[in-house]
């Protein structure tokens, strides 16, 4: 405003100049020669002045469009400068808030996206304002589809949809459990945000698919297990009976009747024993004791030990190894132990007169061991599954089914010596088992 004070006394001055002129002259000639240089002195002692303001307006306008580095151009002197100052000290401030205010919201994104849970943030209407990474995983769309699309439709279940609203409305904290497609089991927390600015409603989709599972798996083992100690218990109890009602007096009935119960007996000790292996795996009292191995001789001992197993059943059993299999540092027993259990699914799983077969070979540094069966095959649908304890392939298989440990002992055993078990099945057609372990000799 300084220069305004200067406008005033030159106009002055031009007025006394113009007065002097209007002495000599016309007094209107001199009236109007001094109006004319009063409003050119002043328009050009104003310009300065319109030039800041300008200024200060485009720095304005930039600051109030985000940019808040603008700043106003500090050249005049008094009250201008005093205003560019001010201003500029306020986009100062603005710019350091707003700098902080986004390192805040990109450590708050930052720690959501980190998040395994699924986070969505609503506002008042039910629309999504923010979704976390594993969100955008969860829902297989990018931020730009999902932003301001209301939760029913991204989830369109009507308990997710009141639990929003409860909470909205009454604030408390709702726990839903829902389940999504692909059979994935969600427990879905919302809560209201009452600090959280346009952020009405937090819903948190925690994945307890899992869980189900673990939970399903063990109730059908409970159920597996109890009918497997049922059915041969039932079988020893009726050959007590049987000796008990007379039958004791026919020695060869009674030879046929003893010989039934030691099969029955054989299979729950088969049982208790797997239990007892998995739950020592389980619980680390089984650690690795590696040594030199005749692989061959292996192989051959797991084949002599299944013989009479396969015989019974009539199964053919063979053996089909290189010449120079050579040793290995493995540990014999786990070895042994997962090959009984291959061999002992393909005789269990394979009808009378079908063959199975046990090979190895040594491949780019690899020792496989296969047992490869005629048998009735594994649906494509559970051989992901196979490998998992207490699982069964089909529990319709009644009469031939186990506890559904053998395999997880085998995966075990196998990866413990940093190798792999896979399987291939043709339903109808067979199996074939294959153990690879990387080759150590020392
Ligand atoms: P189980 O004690 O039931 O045999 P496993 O863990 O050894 O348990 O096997 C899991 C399931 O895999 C079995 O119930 C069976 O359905 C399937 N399975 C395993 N081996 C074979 C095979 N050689 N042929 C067909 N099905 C098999």
Do not use: C
């Not at 209301?150 to 409305?169: H, K, N, Q």
């Not at 709702?174 to 937090?202: C, H, K, M, N, Q």
């Amino acid at each position: 405003m300084g220069r305004l004070w200067v406008v005033f006394p030159a106009t002055a001055v031009l007025l006394g100049l113009a007065a002097a002129f209007v002495g000599s002259h016309s007094l209107l000639g001199g009236v109007v020669i001094a109006i004319i240089l009063g409003v050119a002195a002043g328009l050009f002692l104003l310009r300065p002045i319109r030039n800041t303001s300008d200024a200060l307006t485009a720095a304005t306008e930039a600051l109030a469009a985000g940019n808040y580095a603008a700043r106003a151009p500090v050249g005049a002197d008094g009250e201008l400068a005093t205003l560019s100052n001010a201003f500029n000290q306020m986009a100062q401030q603005i710019q350091v808030n707003m700098a902080a205010a986004s390192e805040g919201r990109n450590r708050l994104t930052a720690a959501l996206d980190s998040s395994v849970d699924a986070v969505l943030a609503l506002d008042v209407e039910g629309r999504v304002l923010f979704a976390n990474l594993a969100a955008l995983t969860l829902f297989e769309r990018d931020a730009p589809a999902i932003a301001r699309n209301p939760i029913a439709w991204l989830l369109p279940d009507e308990l997710v949809i009141e639990a929003v609203r409860s909470s909205r409305d009454s604030g408390t904290q709702t726990r839903i459990d829902i389940e999504r497609p692909g059979r994935r089991f969600f427990r879905v927390v919302t809560s209201s945000i009452a600090a959280g600015g346009e952020w009405a409603v937090l819903v948190v989709l925690h994945d307890v698919s899992d869980v189900k599972r673990t939970e399903q798996i063990r109730r059908d083992f409970v159920a597996n297990v109890s009918h497997e100690l049922r059915t041969p218990l039932a079988g020893i109890k009726a050959v007590i009976e049987t000796l008990a009602e007379g039958a004791l007096d026919d020695r060869d009935a009674a030879i046929d009747f003893l010989s039934r119960a030691d099969s029955e007996v054989d299979r729950l000790i088969q049982l208790v024993e797997e239990l007892l292996d998995l739950s020592r795996i389980e619980s680390g009292q089984m650690p690795l004791s590696p040594r030199l191995t005749d692989v061959g001789q292996l192989v051959r001992d797991v084949a002599e030990r299944m013989l009479p197993q396969a015989e019974r059943r009539h199964i053919g059993l063979d053996v089909e190894l290189p010449e120079h299999l050579g040793e290995a540092v493995i540990d014999p027993e786990r070895v042994e132990h997962a090959l009984v259990n291959l061999v002992q699914n393909a005789v269990k799983f394979t009808p009378e007169g079908g063959r199975v077969v046990m090979s190895a070979g040594r491949r780019d540094g690899e020792l496989t061991l296969q047992v490869s069966d005629t048998g009735i095959g594994i649906d494509a649908s559970a051989l992901p599954r196979i490998f998992e304890r207490f699982y069964k392939a089909d529990l319709s298989r009644a009469g031939r089914a186990g506890s559904g440990i053998g395999l997880a002992i085998v995966k075990h055993a196998v990866e413990a010596h940093g190798g792999s078990v896979g399987v291939e099945s043709e339903p109808g057609a067979g199996s074939t088992f294959t153990i690879t372990l990387p080759i150590s000799t020392t």
